[in-house]
């Protein structure tokens, strides 16, 4: 077999192995156009190919003519897929380039039909033969087709158009692409028109062999598009190595949220559909077969708490993103279940919410422990308070019988001003106002008292300070006197309320009076003072601090004296300052002892102001 | 003379006992004066005035007991009177044994209340009585001389003159002119009257007998 005939059908079969492959590429994934494109380039110039080669083997003109003619189809689809395939790789070029040549290519189908032989030649009228290759090929010899013009001016046109293409590639920073796909594409266009142009105007005396030059392209453009082909394919390990530890990931997470009871939920927002775990619906009751709906969860909540869920969840919604509960959930079967809910929303590119997803488990137990510890928490405040009050009760007999004292004496006043032959009715009426007012001073005293001594709930609402201390203050009042102390209190102006439970932050504050007190007592010493202050602690704040003249904690002390039974009295529980500290803690506050610079104890603590609290 | 109508001084720090109490024992004929401290009673307080002091137990600052030692110490040492809301062992013990004339609760009974300051009212003018006659008997002795002084302890002890003369080594007749002078200058006629006028001054008392 002739070189001539090895190297053209090689060139020829190699392109159409490319061709295939590119048309497979496309058709597994049928975006990719410029492999459909690329598949049409490489068919184009295995077809030009083996044109080439016929013609170089044809023995007489009559065998010639019609092979050109039908090559020109070969060529009509090779340029035209290159113009495509350089607007859609390199996604560059100007259109109505683009257009002109595959217009221009395309007309001259028509003339290479309709008008002589072919395009080339109206008539071969011989041929004539060289070497190639140390073989004897065909040249065809003959009268030109006028129109062959118009194919050249395509041929430049194709040249313009793939140099200004790779430019603006260039241009916009693809270099390489630039280079490798522009370059080689305007050198092998170049270099295989140069050749056909030439040799048609009989400068060279050569047959066609642009196929060769075309295969040239096409191996390069096939180098790049399996580049592309290879990195493809190692982003697809990639992806598949990332879903394998993905996969991993979620056994891990499935093995954990199965293990800590955890259910999962998810809340579709924009279609409002929701998705949850099996062990979510366990959680709240639903069989696994039932559709869920958003509504006929919410349902589920029990009535009392259903508004703060409803609101946490629009709450996360509209703003934060992040949703926290904790709520009771009645089941079919009317067990009471304590549900602690954590989620959060996903939102798209321009903020709209999407996605709610979350997780939720039983808190039941936890609840349940809670509950007995405020229950326990109650009782040991309370027992506190009947204590501290055995202690104070000749103080509050003092207290009660201070004004029915003055009740008493103001009636029998009136009653002798009556016996008179003419009553002073003005110093009655006085009389009696003041009686009134005795009265509704000893009803205080006993309102105050009473309401230390019930066993009670907490019950947190705004709280003057004002009022609190000096409730406190007028129920010790006599007892301070009968140890020669003196209480006094600096309110400051304009406190805002606190929130918390009066009566619980009485029993402190009564406390800690009472500790100061008897602090005194063990020092002996001159100046026996007890202050009561409150002022603003930074902004949302307010400091109450009971400080007395004594001898201060001892240092050994200071650590212990919150602990339970650590007491210094002789006849003490040590459950004062421990009780004080949990109900301070209850309330969001924080309890503290000092010693002042000047000496003696400060015990303080904070409160959050109810304008704050109610916010939350 | 205005400044002889006895004065209730009540003292309490609680102002609406005050005027209750003040209200009332004026409505039974007091004359009543009202303060709101131990320490405004003491600085108010005359020399001379007659009357008794009605005061709280309870008071800061100085309160009753202290308010009762404080007024001992005067020359005007008025009868005190307390008032609690709450009978209260210790303290009322305390301020019996130091001659408080009653204890009363805020809420006695009107007639004992009324019965309590009549009483140390008629205490403080008899003590004040006491106090007067021992004044002016106390300036009669001041008139007498050493010597009479001496012979006048010898008489009270029962000393026969003769003895008395020996004892001072003078004349029996020189005993009797100081006997003479003495009962003239303390304005009285025998020996037994003598006698319990010194008693009752506390002169010449014998150094009380150990006890076994």
């Known amino acids: 077999m002739s070189l001539v005939t090895i190297i053209w059908s090689m060139s020829a079969s190699a392109s159409l192995m490319l061709a295939s492959i590119n048309f497979m590429v496309w058709f597994q994934n ?109 040249i065809a010899e003959g009268t030109p087709n006028p129109w062959i013009v ?43 028109s140069g050749q056909a142009l030439l040799v048609h105007w ?142 959060a ?32 928490r109650r009782q040991i405040a309370h027992a506190g ?16 019988n201070q004004p029915l004292g003055a009740i008493l004496r103001n009636a029998e006043a009136a009653e002798l001003f009556m016996q008179e032959p003419t009553p002073d009715l003005e110093e009655i009426r006085t009389i009696l106002a003041d009686i009134r007012k005795d009265d509704q001073r000893a009803g205080n005293v006993i309102d105050r008292m009473r309401s230390l001594l019930k066993r009670r709930d907490m019950d947190k609402r705004p709280v003057d300070v004002g009022e609190l201390i000096r409730g406190v203050v007028a129920l010790v009042h006599s007892d301070a006197a009968a140890r020669h102390i003196n209480l006094d209190m600096a309110i400051a102006d304009n406190l805002p309320p606190v929130f918390g439970d009066l009566v619980h932050l009485q029993q402190v504050l009564l406390n800690l009076i009472v500790n100061g007190m008897d602090a005194l007592d063990e020092a002996k010493s001159a100046d026996r003072r007890v202050s009561v202050t409150a002022a603003l602690d930074g902004p949302g704040k307010v400091e109450i601090a009971v ?43 924080r309890l503290w002892a000092e010693n002042g610079n000047k000496g003696g104890a400060s015990f303080r603590f904070t409160l959050p102001i109810a304008q704050n609290e109610a916010a939350k | 003379m205005t400044a002889t109508v006895p004065i209730v001084h009540v003292v309490d720090d609680d102002a609406s006992f005050l005027a209750a109490i003040s209200r009332l024992l004026r409505a039974n004929g007091f004359a009543v004066k009202t303060y709101s401290s131990a320490h405004e009673f003491l600085s108010q307080l005359d020399a ?9 137990l309870r008071m800061p600052q100085m309160n009753g007991l202290d308010l009762q030692s404080a007024l001992a110490q005067t020359s005007n040492p008025l009868p005190i009177l307390f008032l609690t809301g709450h009978g209260d062992i210790p303290s009322s013990v305390r301020a019996m044994r130091d001659g408080a004339e009653d204890f009363l609760e805020k809420r006695a009974p009107h007639e004992r209340l009324i019965q309590a300051v009549s009483r140390a009212l008629a205490r403080d003018s008899r003590e004040r009585e006491e106090r007067e006659r021992q004044r002016e008997l106390r300036a009669l002795f001041d008139t007498l001389t050493d010597r009479e002084r001496e012979v006048l302890s010898h008489v009270v002890r029962g000393r026969l003159n003769k003895q008395i003369a020996a004892d001072l080594n003078i004349h029996e007749r020189t005993v009797k002119l100081h006997r003479t002078a003495i009962t003239t200058k303390l304005k009285v006629q025998s020996v037994a009257e003598l006698t319990r006028l010194t008693e009752e001054l506390g002169l010449f008392r014998e150094p009380a007998p150990n006890l076994p």
């Open chain 1, 385 to 400: 308070r009947v204590s501290m009050m055995g202690q104070l009760a000749s103080s509050l007999a003092h207290e009660i």
């Open chain 2, 48 to 56: 001379h005035a007659p009357g008794c002091v009605l005061a709280d």
């Open chain 1, 202 to 343: 009989k400068v060279l005396i050569l047959p066609y062999v642009g196929s060769i030059f075309f295969m040239g392209l096409v191996l390069v453009m096939g180098y790049e598009l399996s580049s592309e082909t290879i990195h493809a394919s190692e982003l697809g390990r990639k992806l598949q190595k990332t879903e394998a530890g993905l996969h991993e990931v979620k056994e891990t997470m499935r093995l954990a949220v199965e293990g800590a009871n955890f259910g999962i939920w998810n809340r579709d927002l924009v279609r409002n559909e929701v998705w949850a775990t099996d062990k979510w619906c366990a959680l709240f009751g639903f069989t696994k077969a039932q559709p869920l709906k958003f509504d006929q969860i919410v349902e589920r909540v029990h009535p009392a708490d259903r508004d703060t869920v409803q609101f946490l969840l629009q709450k996360a919604i509209e703003s934060h993103g992040i949703y926290d509960a904790e709520y009771r959930v009645v089941l079919p079967s009317g067990e009471l279940r304590w549900i602690g809910s954590h989620g």
């Open chain 1, 345 to 376: 929303v996903e939102f798209d590119d321009s903020g709209k919410p999407i996605l709610f997803r979350g997780v939720s488990h039983d808190i039941t137990w936890r609840k349940a422990a809670e509950q007995e510890a405020e229950n326990l």
């Open chain 1, 30 to 138: 049928r975006k990719l156009w410029a492999n459909l494109l690329f598949s049409l380039l490489a068919t184009g110039t295995a077809g030009w190919s083996i044109c080439e080669m016929w013609m170089m083997h044809a023995a007489t003109p009559a065998e010639f003519a019609p092979v050109l003619k039908w090559g020109h189809v070969a060529v009509w689809l090779l340029i035209v897929s290159l113009v495509g395939f350089v607007r859609l790789y390199l996604k560059t070029g100007r259109s109505w380039l683009a257009w002109t040549v595959f217009g221009t290519r395309t007309l001259l189908l028509f003339p290479n039909f309709l008008v002589g032989q072919n395009l080339n030649f109206l008539e071969i009228t011989r041929l004539g033969h060289m070497r190639l290759l140390g073989e004897s090929v065909a």
């Open chain 1, 150 to 192: 118009l194919g050249e001016i395509n041929l430049v046109l194709l040249i313009i158009f793939v140099v200004d293409a790779s430019l603006m590639t260039w241009r916009q920073g693809e270099r390489r692409r630039a280079l490798t796909v522009g370059g080689s594409i305007v050198f092998f266009v170049f270099v295989s």
């Open chain 1, 547 to 589: 400080s007395d003249s004594g001898r201060g904690i001892p240092a050994d002390n200071l650590a212990n004296i919150f602990d339970p039974f650590f007491t210094t009295k002789s006849n003490g529980m040590g459950m004062g300052l421990p009780i004080s500290r949990t109900i301070i803690e209850a309330h969001g506050g």
